[in-house]
């Protein structure tokens, strides 16, 4: 091996290590990503998978697909820019926008530009939405437009909860 490969080899393993050390077990192996992507490096100074191109991000029941994305690995957050979608397998769910911020120790994704919401014969478009895994609410904000059970109508700010499938509270358009 190159000397630079060697390095690049003890600077990830010592890395890996650092994570076990500091996050609960069940935490390390849940959380891994699986990176696919044209172009991809890891950019070792900030920890971060830097993906160009058909990216394709795996964490759990959880895909995400972009032009471009950085996954940072200490952090467990995954940036998205370009054609983004978010699919929740667990949840039966598509989340798609300009942009998503994936906050994996707050178990929440936010999507920004032109954010479209699929469940079923559910669709909810907005502005700007976030979606807590944990709570399973999905939160829109600003040109709210809801489609359910082939009803329509418009609000400014509107909750939803995935599992009962069901608007929590809306706010009417303004």
Known sequence: ?????????A???????TVAVFLPAADVSAARPTVSADSKYFDISSGCYVLTGNVRVEIGERIITADKATVN????????????????SEDDI???????????REKTAFV??????RQGETVITSDSASYSWQSKEADFRHNVNLSLNGNQSVHETLTYHVINRAVINADPAL
């Not at 600077?11 to 290590?17: D, E, G, K, P």
């Open 1 to 9: 091996m190159k000397k630079i490969e060697k390095l690049f080899l």
């Open 94 to 104: 598509t989340f798609s926008g300009d942009s998503v911020s994936v906050v994996g």
């Open 11 to 17: 600077l990830f393993m010592t890395l890996t290590m």
């Open 73 to 88: 690995l200490m952090t467990m957050e995954v940036l998205g820019k370009g054609h983004i979608n978010l699919v929740s």
């Open 112 to 117: 920004t530009g032109n954010a479209v919401f």
